[in-house]
Nanobody, 127 residues
Framework: QVQFVESGGGLVQPGGSLRLSCAAS????????VYWVRQAPGKEREGISC????????LYTDSVKGRFTISRDSAQNTVYLQMNSLKPEDTGVYYC????????????????????WGQGTQVTVSS
């Protein structure tokens, strides 16, 4: 069965950290560009980070650059998003989105369109 599942969200204070996971089964993430997409309350979905297929080059939007780190563990077939120095404006539902053969070229599209959304994981940054 082909599926991917996001996890790792939660409630955290400003300045705190979380690590999100996107675990896949039935296919190898190594052959996909994997995006992390965020939907803040009342806003459209926006891409925030992506890791390219193969060489695993990371890309970030300015809103998260320097605070978030995307990585891939091929042995675990999982892509992670390490989120540090979290801010209240990081609050939202976070989705991962594997795109076969993708090159992360759509990272900056708003709204970010995709046909295979998972359930996402809620991140709430609040004191």
């Amino acid at each position: 069965q082909v599926q991917f599942v996001e996890s790792g969200g939660g409630l955290v204070q400003p300045g705190g950290s979380l690590r999100l996971s996107c675990a896949a089964s039935g296919f190898s993430l190594e052959y996909y560009a994997v995006y992390w997409v965020r939907q803040a309350p009342g806003k459209e979905r926006e891409g925030i980070s992506c890791i390219t297929k193969g060489d695993g080059r990371p890309l970030y939007t300015d809103s998260v650059k320097g605070r978030f780190t995307i990585s891939r563990d091929s042995a675990q077939n999982t892509v992670y998003l390490q989120m540090n120095s979290l801010k209240p404006e990081d609050t939202g539902v976070y989705y991962c989105a594997p795109v076969v053969g993708g090159d992360c070229s759509t990272l900056f599209d708003v709204p970010w369109e995709y046909d295979y959304w998972g359930q996402g994981t809620q991140v709430t940054v609040s004191s």
